[in-house]
C-alpha cells in the first residue's frame, strides 16, 4: 500500500493457478483487518518479472529458504517467480554501488506491497508493480511503474530522499519502508524483514556484479563469517542500561533464538524481572514477561539460559561472582517451567571470588548431558594468556573437568566478552572470545585442541562499544554460529536495535 492511500487497505492474493487462495498452515482464514479482501473483479494474473524471467536457480533458492521463511504476507509462499522478482531488485541495488542493506529494505518493502508479484493492472486505486506505486502521486508512468528495475530505482530514490547522508543504513528497517511508502497499515513491513533477510542472503552472491568501467575503482567484498547482514530489526525495547543483561535461548520451540532480557535492579516489582522476544517476529513481539523468584543484583551476577533439567524448557541460570555468604562463586538455576518462580539449583562451587576480569558460560563440556560451568579469566593471569576453568555440573559445580586450568592460545585483554559454541560441529564445545571495537573482533578457539588453536580470527568491521551486547548463536538454522549484535542505547529509534551477521 503506497502513498497517500488512505483508503482501504489493499491485499495482494497468492495466486495458484487462476483461482486466488488464501491459505496459511493449511487453514483457510478471514482477511484481518490489515489484509480487506479486494472487490474480485480488480484481480488480475500478475505477470512474470523481466529480464531473464524464472531460472532453476530461482526454484533451488526458493526451495531452500521456504523451511525458514515465517513472515505474515509472503511466508512458504515463496517460489521461484517471486525469487526472480527480488533478483532484480539486488541486482538493481548493486549496480547502484549499495550494499545488503539497501536489499533487505527494498525487498522487505516488496513483500508488504505485493507479495514480490509484479503487478501489471492496478488492483487498489492505482497502484502497479512490485512496490504497489502510483502513477497519480508522482512515482511515473503506468509503463514504467511495472518495469521492476524502475521501480526499483524510483523506491531508493525516494528512500535517499527521506534519509539523506546515508541515514538509512541504521534504524528500523519496519519504519523505513513506512517513512518511504506512507501506508495505511504502518506495522505491515516490520514482520517480513526476516524474511527479507533470507532471500537477500541467498541472492546476494549469485547475482553477477556489473562489469567495471576503467574509470572505476572497485573494492573487494570481505569473506569470511560475519560479513553478511542476516537480519535488522528495531525492537519493541526502550533503550536498555546497565541493568539489563542480555542473552539468546529458543524459549518457544520454534528454532528462533530469541532475545532474553534481564532486568536485575530498579524494577516495579522489586525482583529480577526477564522479558523473552520473539526471533521470529524480528524481536518486536513479547512473548513473556515476568518476575523471577531471584531478588534484585548488585552487579556481581551473570546470567546465561540452558535446559538444566532436560525438561525441553530454557531455565535461567546465574552466577554470583562476589559478595556471596559461603565465600565462593555461587550458582542459581530457576525453573523455567514455572516461568522462572521456582528455583532448581542453588550451591556454592569450588572457584575463589572473582571481579568483573572474569568472564561465566554454561555448557556441556564433556557431553555427559550435563551443563557445565566454563569460567574464563580475560586479564591480569600470569601467563598473559585467557585461562580457563571448566566445573563439572554433574559433580554440583564441586569438581573440575580435565586440567585445573587450560592456559589458551589468545591473548588476555581488558574488556574481552568470552561465549561457547560449536564452531565446527565436531560435538565439542569451543570457546569465543570478542572484542568491541571500530570493525570487532571474533576468535574461535578450538575446544577438541584444548583450547590452544584457532578455528577462526575475523574482523567483522562492525563497530561496537559499550552501548552493544555482542551474542553468539545459530539464527537462520544453517548449522554455523552467527553473530547477533544488539545495540541496547544511542539508536535513532530511540528502542534497542538488533543486528545478526551471518557466520
Same mark, same amino acid.
Given at each position: 500500500?503506497?502513498?497517500?492511500?488512505?483508503?482501504?487497505?489493499?491485499?495482494?492474493?497468492?495466486?495458484?493457478?487462476?483461482?486466488?487462495?488464501?491459505?496459511?498452515?493449511?487453514?483457510?482464514?478471514?482477511?484481518?483487518?490489515?489484509?480487506?479482501?479486494?472487490?474480485?473483479?480488480?484481480?488480475?494474473?500478475?505477470?512474470?518479472?523481466?529480464?531473464?524471467?524464472?531460472?532453476?536457480?530461482?526454484?533451488?533458492?526458493?526451495?531452500?529458504?521456504?523451511?525458514?521463511?515465517?513472515?505474515?504476507?509472503? #511466508?512458504?509462499?515463496?517460489?521461484?517467480?517471486?525469487?526472480?522478482?527480488?533478483?532484480?531488485?539486488?541486482?538493481?541495488?548493486?549496480?547502484?554501488?549499495?550494499?545488503?542493506?539497501?536489499?533487505?529494505?527494498?525487498?522487505?518493502?516488496?513483500?508488504?506491497?505485493?507479495?514480490?508479484?509484479?503487478?501489471?493492472?492496478?488492483?487498489?486505486?492505482?497502484?502497479?508493480?512490485?512496490?504497489?506505486?502510483?502513477?497519480?502521486?508522482?512515482?511515473? %508512468?503506468?509503463?514504467?511503474?511495472?518495469?521492476?528495475?524502475?521501480?526499483? !530505482?524510483?523506491?531508493?530514490?525516494?528512500?535517499?530522499?527521506?534519509?539523506?547522508?546515508?541515514?538509512?543504513?541504521?534504524?528500523?528497517?519496519?519504519?523505513?519502508?513506512?517513512?518511504?511508502?506512507?501506508?495505511?497499515?504502518?506495522?505491515?513491513?516490520?514482520?517480513?524483514?526476516? &524474511?527479507?533477510?533470507?532471500?537477500?542472503?541467498?541472492?546476494?552472491?549469485?547475482?553477477?556484479?556489473?562489469?567495471?568501467?576503467?574509470?572505476?575503482?572497485?573494492?573487494?567484498?570481505?569473506?569470511?563469517?560475519?560479513?553478511?547482514?542476516?537480519?535488522?530489526?528495531?525492537?519493541?525495547?526502550?533503550?536498555?542500561?546497565?541493568?539489563?543483561?542480555?542473552?539468546?535461548? &529458543?524459549?518457544?520451540?520454534?528454532?528462533?533464538?530469541?532475545?532474553?532480557?534481564?532486568?536485575?535492579?530498579?524494577?516495579?516489582?522489586?525482583?529480577?524481572?526477564?522479558?523473552?522476544?520473539? #526471533?521470529?517476529?524480528?524481536?518486536? %513481539?513479547?512473548?513473556?514477561?515476568?518476575?523471577?523468584?531471584?531478588?534484585?543484583?548488585?552487579?556481581?551476577?551473570?546470567?546465561?539460559?540452558?535446559?538444566?533439567?532436560? /525438561?525441553?524448557?530454557?531455565?535461567?541460570?546465574?552466577?554470583?561472582?562476589?559478595?556471596?555468604? %559461603?565465600?565462593?562463586?555461587?550458582?542459581?538455576?530457576?525453573?523455567?517451567?514455572?516461568?522462572?518462580?521456582?528455583?532448581?539449583? @542453588?550451591?556454592?562451587?569450588?572457584?575463589?571470588?572473582?571481579?568483573?576480569?572474569?568472564?561465566?558460560?554454561?555448557?556441556?563440556? !564433556?557431553?555427559?548431558?550435563?551443563?557445565?560451568?566454563? $569460567?574464563?579469566?580475560?586479564?591480569?593471569?600470569?601467563?598473559?594468556?585467557?585461562?580457563?576453568?571448566?566445573? /563439572?555440573?554433574? $559433580? !554440583?559445580?564441586?569438581?573440575?573437568?580435565?586440567?585445573?586450568?587450560?592456559?589458551?592460545?589468545?591473548?588476555?585483554?581488558?574488556?574481552?566478552?568470552?561465549?561457547?559454541?560449536?564452531? !565446527?560441529?565436531?560435538?565439542?564445545?569451543?570457546?569465543?572470545?570478542?572484542?568491541?571495537?571500530?570493525?570487532?573482533?571474533?576468535?574461535?578457539?578450538?575446544? $577438541?585442541?584444548?583450547?590452544?588453536?584457532?578455528? %577462526?580470527?575475523? $574482523?567483522?568491521?562492525?563497530?561496537?562499544?559499550?552501548?552493544? @551486547?555482542?551474542?553468539?548463536?545459530?539464527?537462520?538454522?544453517?548449522?554455523?554460529?552467527?553473530?547477533?549484535?544488539?545495540?541496547?542505547? #544511542?539508536?535513532?529509534?530511540?528502542?534497542?536495535?538488533?543486528?545478526?551477521?551471518?557466520?
Amino acid at each position: 500500500m503506497n502513498q497517500s492511500k488512505r483508503g482501504r487497505p489493499r491485499f495482494t492474493s497468492i495466486y495458484a493457478g487462476s483461482v486466488a487462495l488464501t491459505f496459511i498452515a493449511g487453514s483457510v482464514l478471514m482477511p484481518s483487518a490489515a489484509q480487506a479482501q479486494p472487490d474480485t473483479a480488480t484481480l488480475v494474473a500478475p505477470t512474470n518479472c523481466r529480464p531473464g524471467d524464472v531460472t532453476s536457480a530461482d526454484r533451488v533458492i526458493a526451495d531452500q529458504i521456504r523451511p525458514l521463511m515465517t513472515g505474515r504476507r509472503l #511466508g512458504s509462499y515463496i517460489t521461484g517467480r517471486r525469487v526472480a522478482c527480488a533478483r532484480i531488485i539486488v541486482r538493481t541495488v548493486q549496480d547502484r554501488g549499495l550494499g545488503e542493506r539497501a536489499a533487505v529494505i527494498a525487498v522487505a518493502t516488496a513483500i508488504a506491497e505485493s507479495t514480490l508479484t509484479n503487478h501489471t493492472e492496478a488492483t487498489d486505486h492505482d497502484s502497479l508493480g512490485l512496490f504497489q506505486q502510483r502513477p497519480s502521486q508522482g512515482w511515473g %508512468s503506468p509503463g514504467q511503474l511495472v518495469d521492476p528495475i524502475y521501480a526499483t !530505482n524510483a523506491f531508493l530514490n525516494a528512500m535517499f530522499r527521506k534519509y539523506p547522508n546515508g541515514a538509512w543504513r541504521t534504524g528500523d528497517i519496519g519504519a523505513i519502508s513506512q517513512r518511504v511508502q506512507v501506508s495505511a497499515t504502518p506495522g505491515a513491513y516490520t514482520p517480513e524483514v526476516p &524474511d527479507a533477510a533470507l532471500i537477500v542472503g541467498a541472492l546476494w552472491t549469485q547475482v553477477a556484479a556489473p562489469a567495471p568501467s576503467a574509470a572505476k575503482t572497485t573494492t573487494t567484498t570481505p569473506t569470511g563469517p560475519f560479513q553478511s547482514t542476516l537480519v535488522t530489526a528495531g525492537t519493541e525495547l526502550g533503550p536498555l542500561d546497565g541493568a539489563h543483561a542480555l542473552t539468546l535461548a &529458543d524459549w518457544n520451540g520454534d528454532g528462533k533464538p530469541d532475545l532474553v532480557v534481564v532486568k536485575a535492579a530498579g524494577t516495579v516489582t522489586g525482583k529480577t524481572e526477564l522479558r523473552i522476544m520473539d #526471533g521470529s517476529r524480528g524481536f518486536s %513481539s513479547l512473548l513473556l514477561n515476568t518476575a523471577t523468584a531471584l531478588g534484585p543484583s548488585d552487579g556481581t551476577q551473570a546470567y546465561s539460559v540452558t535446559d538444566w533439567n532436560a /525438561d525441553g524448557k530454557p531455565d535461567l541460570v546465574v552466577v554470583q561472582r562476589s559478595g556471596t555468604a %559461603s565465600g565462593h562463586v555461587e550458582i542459581r538455576v530457576v525453573d523455567g517451567a514455572s516461568y522462572f518462580q521456582k528455583m532448581l539449583v @542453588e550451591t556454592a562451587t569450588t572457584l575463589a571470588p572473582a571481579d568483573d576480569r572474569f568472564q561465566y558460560a554454561i555448557a556441556d563440556w !564433556n557431553a555427559d548431558g550435563k551443563p557445565d560451568l566454563i $569460567s574464563a579469566q580475560t586479564a591480569g593471569t600470569t601467563s598473559k594468556k585467557v585461562e580457563v576453568q571448566v566445573l /563439572d555440573g554433574a $559433580s !554440583n559445580f564441586q569438581q573440575p573437568l580435565g586440567t585445573a586450568k587450560i592456559t589458551t592460545a589468545e591473548p588476555a585483554a581488558a574488556g574481552l566478552q568470552v561465549a561457547v559454541t560449536d564452531w !565446527n560441529a565436531d560435538k565439542h564445545p569451543d570457546l569465543v572470545t570478542i572484542r568491541k571495537s571500530a570493525k570487532s573482533d571474533v576468535h574461535v578457539l578450538d575446544g $577438541s585442541s584444548s583450547l590452544g588453536r584457532y578455528l %577462526s580470527q575475523t $574482523s567483522t568491521g562492525q563497530a561496537a562499544d559499550d552501548r552493544h @551486547e555482542l551474542l553468539i548463536s545459530d539464527f537462520n538454522g544453517d548449522k554455523r554460529p552467527d553473530l547477533v549484535v544488539v545495540q541496547k542505547s #544511542g539508536t535513532a529509534t530511540g528502542r534497542a536495535e538488533v543486528t545478526v551477521l551471518g557466520g
